[in-house]
């Protein structure tokens, strides 16, 4: 029978690392809740000022809850992870700091933090008369790579990571190649909102509660991950998406264009050359996921995803 569990976020850890003990051992099928904290690692308050920005220390790394072993995965598996909820905390953050971010440090020289509002679940609160509606995600979510030592949290690998898809809310499903046994699965990183890309490197970060339920594909062999939303990614019904990572956007563009070549030559019967037409009626890479990718990769290697019809 399938089991619903917890994992508090007491203890985290700040980069992949395929040595790291698991905290949970879970089935195939199980379902935990894995409370996160926000990438600040707990370092704003309500109180915070614009000089606590200023003031906060180097980046260390996002603080994720995990790992968790699932029972049976081995490499060559994918995980199939399904975002049952994400529960906002009361309040999140954005913070400017000089020097990251799109624009150059001349036009943003000081440090800003704002707060958000977020108590009541529906949307984020700035003031102003200003409200964005809540679209929870958690940003990082990955499991351990098959190469020893410890890598960075910061850009999005083909273990997943900190992909910042915001279409993975609630009702969606990422697809993660596993690359050792037990999988080792990661969770971090919380959004209460964000846009195509995190323009002055921050979105409205916040800690949160995440429910997941976690099974497996044997044999699936995934080579980077895959999603299908829960519900439009831009306009019409749910979609399938694929992801391609690395530092040129154009070869990246290129191996997410094979990837759903792939997915529409295994899933739907298609000849190659009928879903690589379908690519290009489909717009290979999709204009708004272009302007993502490039914009992730003011601060990370980029990702592009690509997404066709019904899943």
Same mark, same amino acid.
């Given at each position: 029978?399938?089991r619903t569990?917890?994992?508090?976020r007491?203890?985290?850890?700040?980069?992949?690392?395929?040595?790291?003990?698991?905290?949970?051992?879970?089935?195939?099928?199980?379902?935990? /809740?894995?409370? #996160?904290?926000?990438?600040?690692?707990g370092?704003?308050?309500?109180?915070?000022?614009?000089?606590?920005?200023?003031a906060?220390g +180097?980046?260390?790394?996002?603080?994720?809850?995990?790992?968790?072993?699932?029972?049976?995965?081995?490499?060559?598996?994918?995980?199939? &992870?399904?975002? $049952?909820?994400?529960? +906002?905390?009361?309040?999140?953050?954005? *913070?400017?700091?000089?020097?990251?971010?799109?624009?150059?440090?001349?036009?943003?020289?000081?440090?800003? $933090?704002?707060?958000?509002?977020?108590?009541?679940?529906t949307?984020?609160?700035?003031?102003?008369? /200003?409200?964005?509606?809540?679209?929870? &995600?958690?940003?990082?979510?990955?499991?351990?790579?098959?190469?020893?030592? @410890?890598?960075?949290?910061?850009?999005?690998?083909?273990?997943? @990571?900190?992909?910042?898809?915001?279409?993975?809310?609630?009702?969606?499903?990422?697809?993660?190649?596993?690359?050792?046994?037990?999988?080792?699965?990661?969770?971090?990183? *919380?959004?209460?909102?964000?846009?195509?890309?995190?323009?002055?490197?921050?979105? &409205?970060?916040?800690?949160?509660?995440? #429910?997941?339920?976690?099974?497996?594909? =044997? @044999?699936?062999? %995934?080579?980077?991950?895959? $999603?299908?939303?829960?519900?439009?990614?831009?306009?019409? #019904?749910?979609?399938?998406?694929?992801?391609?990572?690395?530092?040129?956007?154009?070869?990246?563009?290129?191996?997410?264009?094979?990837?759903? /070549?792939?997915?529409?030559?295994?899933?739907?019967? %298609?000849?190659?050359?009928?879903?690589y037409?379908?690519?290009?009626?489909?717009?290979?890479?999709?204009?708004?996921?272009?302007?993502?990718?490039?914009?992730?990769?003011?601060?990370?290697?980029p990702?592009?995803?690509?997404?066709?019809?019904? =899943?």
């Amino acid at each position: 029978m399938a089991r619903t569990q917890r994992l508090d976020r007491r203890l985290v850890h700040y980069e992949w690392n395929n040595a790291l003990a698991p905290r949970l051992e879970i089935e195939p099928g199980d379902t935990v /809740i894995f409370e #996160t904290r926000d990438a600040a690692d707990g370092y704003y308050t309500l109180a915070s000022t614009h000089a606590d920005a200023a003031a906060r220390g +180097p980046f260390r790394g996002h603080p994720l809850t995990g790992p968790v072993r699932v029972q049976g995965a081995a490499p060559g598996d994918a995980l199939v &992870v399904e975002i $049952l909820d994400v529960k +906002p905390a009361p309040f999140g953050w954005t *913070a400017i700091r000089p020097g990251r971010g799109l624009l150059p440090e001349a036009e943003f020289p000081k440090a800003h $933090l704002q707060l958000w509002d977020l108590s009541d679940g529906t949307h984020a609160r700035m003031g102003h008369g /200003i409200a964005v509606p809540i679209e929870p &995600v958690p940003g990082v979510m990955g499991v351990a790579l098959d190469e020893p030592g @410890g890598h960075s949290t910061m850009p999005p690998r083909k273990n997943g @990571g900190n992909m910042d898809v915001k279409q993975l809310t609630r009702g969606a499903t990422l697809y993660l190649p596993v690359w050792v046994p037990g999988a080792l699965l990661s969770v971090g990183d *919380a959004h209460a909102a964000q846009g195509d890309g995190e323009v002055c490197v921050t979105a &409205v970060e916040m800690s949160a509660e995440v #429910t997941l339920r976690v099974d497996l594909q =044997p @044999g699936r062999r %995934l080579r980077e991950p895959q $999603l299908r939303t829960g519900g439009p990614l831009g306009a019409g #019904t749910p979609h399938f998406a694929t992801t391609a990572h690395g530092p040129d956007l154009f070869a990246a563009a290129q191996q997410a264009v094979r990837y759903m /070549i792939e997915h529409l030559v295994e899933e739907r019967g %298609l000849a190659r050359e009928e879903a690589y037409i379908l690519e290009r009626r489909r717009r290979s890479p999709d204009q708004r996921d272009r302007r993502r990718a490039q914009l992730d990769r003011l601060r990370l290697p980029p990702r592009v995803d690509l997404h066709v019809g019904r =899943p």
